[in-house]
């Protein structure tokens, strides 16, 4: 019943910035906070950041430390990700997630998946 659908990824030049969005349906009870993963081609899935439903805690990758913002409607069971100053290495898919146990930064440690939105940074 849990389902995660993720939208506003796109085209963007260096420099430019995308606001990415996570709907989450079905509930929120067994999730505590939810994450941002990225994945780009022939490489391993890698945490972005994760927040917290109650205390709104966060938690970035140190590459996108002061670029990116993740944030969360409680009432819309929603989660999103700003990020500004993009580079070329931030292309990849990003997916959001519901987290299980564990640590946060690894994709193991989340249980459900949305399928991902596409970001292109070019030059």
């Known amino acids: 019943q849990v389902q995660l659908v993720e939208s506003g990824g796109g085209l963007v030049q260096v420099g430019g910035s995308l606001k990415l969005s996570c709907v989450l349906s079905?509930?929120?009870?067994?999730?505590?906070?939810m994450g941002w993963f990225r994945q780009a081609p022939g490489k391993e899935r890698e945490f972005v950041a994760r927040i917290a439903w109650g205390t709104g805690n966060t938690y970035y990758h140190d590459s996108v430390k002061g670029r990116f913002t993740i944030s969360r409607n409680n009432a819309e069971s929603t989660v999103f990700l700003q990020m500004n100053s993009l580079k070329p290495d931030d292309t990849g898919v990003y997916y959001c997630a519901t987290y299980r146990t564990g640590s946060y930064y690894f994709p193991e440690s989340y249980d459900y998946w949305g399928q991902g939105t596409q970001v292109t940074v070019s030059s």
């Open positions: 079905g509930g929120i009870f067994s999730s505590y906070a």
